[in-house]
């Protein structure tokens, strides 16, 4: 039992630790402290449900079915490059450091729509979690299956809560607004390198 919930655990973490789309955007979100605990739950949530898709036998489909069309991946390069435009267009007239100032502003409507598309709009969400974590998850049955899905959900609830109020640590760096100008330089790098890898990946390029 405690091995199926530590392979979970680690393969669960593992997979959410690189930095991407929606990574960055719940950075940000806890830097600026705008609906930080919505946003790591929405994130949480997702990742859990997912998973537990895949986990309960999905996976075993979607290993043969084409599910990640080119149509996919090619909305989601759209919808990155957008998202980078953006955050260039912060960095240069310095928007985000106002946008912190003023951080009780609204939202949230505008905020969990951006989440719902960066989430669910992400072909690789469904690579990692229904695909690789359930495809894993066949080595076990019953109980331990259970253990194992639940350590690799637990894993994201720690990863996105602790992303969304472990940035606060570091925002009496980013009072500076050339903090801020590197950060969304560089989210919006970021973007634009995923976009065209998605775009490759769906024959857009």
Same mark, same amino acid.
């Given at each position: 039992?405690?091995?199926?919930?530590?392979?979970?655990?680690?393969?669960?973490?593992?997979?959410?630790l690189a930095i991407g789309a929606q990574n960055s955007f719940v950075l940000r979100q806890g830097l600026i402290g705008r609906h930080v605990f919505i946003v790591a739950l929405f994130c949480a949530l997702s990742d859990a449900l997912l998973i537990i898709i895949g986990v309960t036998g999905i996976s075993i489909f979607l290993n043969y079915l084409d599910l990640l069309s080119d149509w996919l991946f090619g909305?989601?390069?759209?919808?990155?490059?957008?998202?980078?435009?953006?955050?260039?267009?912060?960095?240069?007239?310095?928007?985000?450091?106002?946008?912190?100032?003023?951080?009780?502003?609204?939202?949230?409507?505008?905020?969990?729509?951006?989440?719902?598309?960066?989430?669910?709009?992400?072909?690789?969400?469904?690579?990692?979690?229904?695909?690789?974590?359930?495809?894993?998850?066949?080595?076990?049955? *019953?109980?331990?299956?259970? /253990?194992?899905?639940?350590?690799?959900? @637990? =894993?994201?609830? !720690?990863?996105? $809560? &602790?992303?969304?109020? *472990?940035?606060?640590?570091? /925002?009496?760096?980013?009072?500076?607004? @050339? =903090?801020?100008? !590197?950060?969304? $330089? &560089?989210?919006?790098?970021?973007?634009?390198?995923? /976009?065209?890898?998605?775009?490759?990946?769906?024959?857009?390029?």
């Amino acid at each position: 039992m405690i091995y199926a919930f530590s392979t979970g655990f680690i393969l669960g973490f593992s997979l959410i630790l690189a930095i991407g789309a929606q990574n960055s955007f719940v950075l940000r979100q806890g830097l600026i402290g705008r609906h930080v605990f919505i946003v790591a739950l929405f994130c949480a949530l997702s990742d859990a449900l997912l998973i537990i898709i895949g986990v309960t036998g999905i996976s075993i489909f979607l290993n043969y079915l084409d599910l990640l069309s080119d149509w996919l991946f090619g909305i989601s390069a759209i919808w990155l490059l957008i998202y980078g435009l953006l955050r260039l267009k912060d960095s240069v007239n310095g928007m985000s450091a106002l946008i912190a100032e003023n951080s009780s502003t609204g939202g949230l409507t505008s905020t969990l729509s951006f989440l719902v598309v960066v989430t669910f709009a992400n072909p690789h969400v469904y690579l990692d979690t229904m695909v690789l974590i359930g495809t894993v998850s066949q080595q076990f049955s *019953g109980n331990h299956k259970l /253990a194992y899905a639940l350590g690799a959900s @637990i =894993a994201s609830f !720690i990863f996105f $809560f &602790s992303l969304s109020y *472990g940035a606060k640590l570091i /925002a009496p760096i980013m009072k500076r607004p @050339i =903090a801020w100008r !590197i950060l969304d $330089f &560089s989210i919006a790098i970021l973007m634009f390198i995923i /976009a065209l890898k998605l775009a490759y990946l769906g024959n857009w390029l």
